[in-house]
Nanobody, 127 residues
């Protein structure tokens, strides 16, 4: 089973930036996509962004569109989430997710679309 090792996160003032990264290891076959989800206190986990592994197509939740950027490094099996213009409502635990596959392009945004999850990293945006 793949392991997802994340870095980044922490406390930032509103308007600031943070960068999250997540590296998948432990498996050698390919994937369709990697993505980011988040869960705020008292709320369900929600989709943030996803990127397809072959074509690099990106998809974003409306709440983060224009402020967050997802990117990848195929050689490093790593996905990044650059978060700019952060708002207090972005405060949540952020999870990276990995969808195994055969480089199939698609719009993957549901939790059920992904097979492996990181442990989550806290992002806190102070007002």
């Amino acid at each position: 089973q793949a392991q997802l090792v994340k870095s980044g996160g922490g406390l930032v003032q509103a308007g600031g930036s943070l960068r999250l990264s997540c590296t998948a290891s432990g498996r050698t076959f390919s994937r369709d996509a990697m993505g980011w989800f988040r869960q705020a206190p008292g709320k369900e986990r929600e989709f943030v962004a996803t990127i397809t592994w072959r074509g690099g197509r990106t998809y974003y939740a409306d709440s983060v569109k224009g402020r967050f950027t997802i990117s990848k490094d195929n050689a490093k099996n790593t996905v990044y989430l650059q978060m700019d213009s952060l708002k207090p409502e972005d405060t949540a635990v952020y999870y990276c997710a990995d969808r195994y596959g055969f480089n199939v392009e698609g719009y993957y945004y549901r939790e059920s679309d992904f097979h492996s999850w990181g442990q989550g990293t806290q992002v806190t945006v102070a007002s």
